[in-house]
């Protein structure tokens, strides 16, 4: 399968799995899959925490898809794409289940958002990450917010503003990556023996540290139609359109 997002069931984790063949990059069908699997998930009873994991062992999200950013032409399907990333962050804070994200490679824009939006984020020493939204002439609008969470606004706006990436150790000093390996059989060992240890760990606990632990975040759905906008009204133009088809093509030339 070129795009898919997959579930799995296991020792009340639901694992989900998503993929695309550009480094993981997310198009709009599968932000509208990934979230509508979050909360059928975190909606199983049986279900005490969620994994949230990419495909492969290089990049984790490489964020928006480029392809489909260059497709759009009109308002109503910018603001569809661009509000498909809040589907998916809004899902995973509404979830009700503590939400895992393994990240086992580097992570740009709305990968980003994914790693910020989880309560328990594992990364590798490799897994440098960046908003790089300005470079495509947009900012990383929808996102903010939860970037915001972890690392501050001041953080959040150099991040916006210098499109560099920053290294894990960074992320781990920055309350984005909780735990820190060298590598991804390191990573996976600690994971497992954490899953297993939340697995068996009270469901109504589990609940009520997700609910405290993101008390005061409510206004992020009043934020989101502006912050969408934003960033659907900024990619139609000509300019983001040409440094879009300009990074492909330095991407196609490598």
């Known amino acids: 399968m070129n795009e898919f997002v997959a579930s799995e069931l296991k020792n009340h984790i639901a694992e989900i799995t998503f993929g695309t063949v550009k480094s993981n990059s997310l198009p709009g ?19 005490k925490a969620i994994l949230i994991k990419s495909e492969g062992e290089k990049a984790f999200c ?6 489909e950013l260059l497709e759009i032409e009109e308002l109503e399907k910018s603001t569809k794409f661009f509000g498909g990333f809040a589907k998916v962050l809004n899902a995973m804070r509404n979830c009700g289940k503590i939400v895992v994200v393994r990240v086992q490679g580097k992570t740009t824009g709305g990968g980003v958002g994914i790693a910020c939006g989880a309560d328990y984020c594992f990364a590798v020493r490799d897994a440098a990450l960046a908003l790089t ?4 002439g947009i900012g990383p609008f929808v996102i903010g917010p939860y970037v915001e969470r972890k690392i501050g606004k001041s953080q959040f706006s150099a991040m916006a503003i210098d499109a560099d990436f920053r290294s894990a150790d960074w992320a781990e000093q920055h ?3 909780h735990s820190v390996s060298e590598n991804i059989e390191e990573m996976d060992a600690k994971l497992e023996k954490f899953l297993s240890t939340l697995a068996s760990r009270s ?10 632990s993101w008390e005061g975040t409510d206004h992020f ?14 990619i139609l133009e000509d300019s983001a359109k040409k440094s879009i088809g300009a990074i492909k093509e330095r991407l196609r030339a490598k």
């Open 62 to 67: 490489a964020g928006a898809s480029f392809d």
């Open 29 to 47: 069908a599968i932000l509208e899959k990934l979230a509508q699997t979050i909360l059928e998930e975190g909606a199983k009873e049986e279900v």
């Open 175 to 177: 309350n984005i990556y």
């Open 203 to 212: 469901s109504e606990a589990l609940a009520l540290i997700k609910k405290v």
């Open 221 to 234: 759905n009043e934020l989101m139609p502006a912050r969408i906008h934003m960033s659907a009204s900024l």
């Open 133 to 136: 939204e300005i470079n495509l």
